[in-house]
């Protein structure tokens, strides 16, 4: 009997669950995903609780949604009196370690790396170090500190320069600057040596003591922009690229139009573009998906697999175009909040081999790990996603929220401020889903209605023809909102936020209040 296995985390940064092979999507794009599928639980109405990195970590980390968190910004930080799941792994005795290629969660001091006795960062010029990420970490705040690494250094002074200067930043985001800071923080990471050296770690149990289990927290952002998966991928679900002028020069511009990301279309892409964007995410799915078959398959090979808790799932999705949205951020349609759940549970709590429709929060990750330790209270026991059933304590309830990052709104202003006001970028979104109804609720009156299981492209707003619907889960809305909300809750700024400059610079940007 397994009374504390093995814990990996896998976040899939990125990765839309209706992309993957296992969740219906017409092409061969997650053969191994969908093979560790049928010896999984595979829950299909999994929902993030954000939709962008920091927030939905911090909700799989804590348990709660974000306002309840607080911890909604660039700058903020996860609040000292708020236990993280590493922090509660490591009390109990277990080995924690981190492997995370996603700048937002390795480098910013936003207090996710909390409770990890090792953290292994891929997103610089000096990765897979444990811990050493705190060199050059807090972007902006340590220009004038004096370095042993000459590298680290250079980083800071740089960012530093960037922050004051409106000129720079406004060149830092500049097509001509791209490749350089694509290169300099390793935007992507380093998938393959990450999860090498996280397989490693399970098999050898280097430094670790004998009979110790093993936390392992894997964040994987190969299906973020911008994207450049293996030719032969390319080849295979982008086959015009090569000999289409037009399609390589979009995808050109894309991929360096660091503002396009975080921005509305202003009108519809074009047909050519749009299957474009389409083949080449494809193509890193399926390349992610490869790299991922290739780590479980050394687990299975050593016996650990059977002794871990394997947890695959993703932070948010992402837009490619559907309702002249590109990537993520803004709002809160299930291409960017319906993600991928995948939980292999070794000690028989999450029967192999089968689905869950019901709709549940990825929050309750951080239940469910907890339960499988031993480490749950009563109210967090009852929260796992065992309890997936109809004796639910959700009730099948669940809630999204997207709630408007100060940098976005900061470079959106600056850049389109006529988007803001088009498209309503600067107010919060929130989504409820219960039986087959999701409701969308953006500022005070904005209401949009979907069957999401008979329109799951979100299509036909339902919201004039099923008023008590409506009515209905906008009462359950409302009463999420007083019941986690903290308004007036100031933002938290990480620490070392001491420069005045610096600081002056970042309110001006939106960072900070």
């Known amino acids: 009997m397994i009374t504390r296995p093995d814990i990996v985390l896998l976040i899939l940064d990125t990765q839309r669950a209706d992309r993957l092979s296992c969740y219906g999507y017409p092409l061969e794009t997650s053969p191994q995903l969908d093979e560790f599928a049928t010896d999984s639980t595979l829950f299909r109405g999994a929902i993030a609780p954000a939709n962008w990195t920091i927030p939905s970590h911090t909700s799989m980390f804590t348990g709660i949604y974000p306002s309840s968190h607080g911890t909604l910004h660039a700058s903020s930080v996860v609040p000292a009196t708020l236990p993280v799941l590493a922090e509660r792994l490591r009390d109990s005795g277990y080995f924690t370690a981190a492997f995370c290629n996603n700048p937002l969660v390795g ?6 790396r909390r409770g990890f006795l090792d953290f292994f960062n891929y997103s610089g010029l000096l990765t897979s170090r444990p811990n050493q990420a705190g060199v050059y970490t807090n972007l902006f705040d340590r220009a004038r500190q004096r370095f042993k690494r000459g590298v680290a250094n250079m980083i800071t002074a740089m960012q530093d320069i960037f922050a004051r200067s409106d000129a720079l930043l406004d060149l830092s985001f500049s097509p001509l600057m791209v490749p350089l800071w694509q290169t300099a923080l390793s935007f992507k990471g380093n998938t393959v040596r990450s ?6 770690l399970h098999v050898e149990r280097k430094g670790v003591e004998k009979n110790q289990p093993i936390f392992s927290f894997i964040n994987l952002m190969e299906t973020h922009m911008p994207y450049h998966p293996p030719l032969r991928l390319v080849e295979r679900f982008v086959p015009y690229l090569q000999h289409d002028k037009a399609a390589r020069r979009y ?13 509305p279309l202003s009108s519809s892409l074009d047909e050519k573009s749009r299957r474009t964007l389409d083949g080449m995410y494809c193509a890193e799915v399926a390349n992610l998906d490869e790299l991922v078959g290739e780590f479980l ?16 799932t993703a932070d948010h999705g992402e837009h490619l175009g559907e309702k002249q949205f590109v990537g993520h951020g803004l709002s809160v349609y299930d291409e960017l909040i319906h993600s991928p759940l995948l939980i292999r549970d070794p000690t028989g709590d999450l029967a192999r081999g089968t689905t869950v429709e019901m709709f549940v929060s990825t929050r309750r990750i951080f239940h469910t790990i907890l339960e499988a330790t031993g480490l749950a209270s009563a109210d967090e026991r009852n929260l796992t996603l065992a309890q997936s059933s109809a004796s639910d304590p959700d009730g099948g309830v669940v809630f999204s929220e997207g709630i408007p990052a100060a940098n976005t709104l ?3 202003q600056r850049r389109a401020p006529h988007l803001i006001r088009e498209r309503g970028c600067d107010l919060v979104r929130r989504a409820v889903y219960h039986d087959k109804y999701k409701l969308i609720k953006t500022g005070e009156h904005q209401l949009e209605l979907y069957d999401v299981l008979a329109d799951p492209l ?11 619907q409506v009515e209905m889960l906008e009462e359950q809305l409302t009463a999420f909102v007083n019941h986690v909300a903290s308004p007036g809750q100031p933002i938290q700024p990480a620490p070392g936020y001491d420069d005045p400059q610096v600081r002056r610079r970042l309110h001006d940007l939106g960072y900070l209040e």
């Open 107 to 112: 480098v910013i001091n936003n207090g996710l």
């Open 195 to 200: 999860l090498n050296d996280a397989a490693r």
């Open 251 to 263: 995808l050109r511009h894309f991929n360096s139009d660091v503002f396009g990301w975080l921005a």
């Open 297 to 312: 398959r050394k687990l299975r090979a050593s016996g650990r697999l059977d002794q871990t808790l394997v947890l695959v």
């Open 410 to 412: 900061s470079l959106l």
């Open 458 to 468: 979100e299509e036909t707003n339902l919201r004039d023809l099923l008023p008590e």
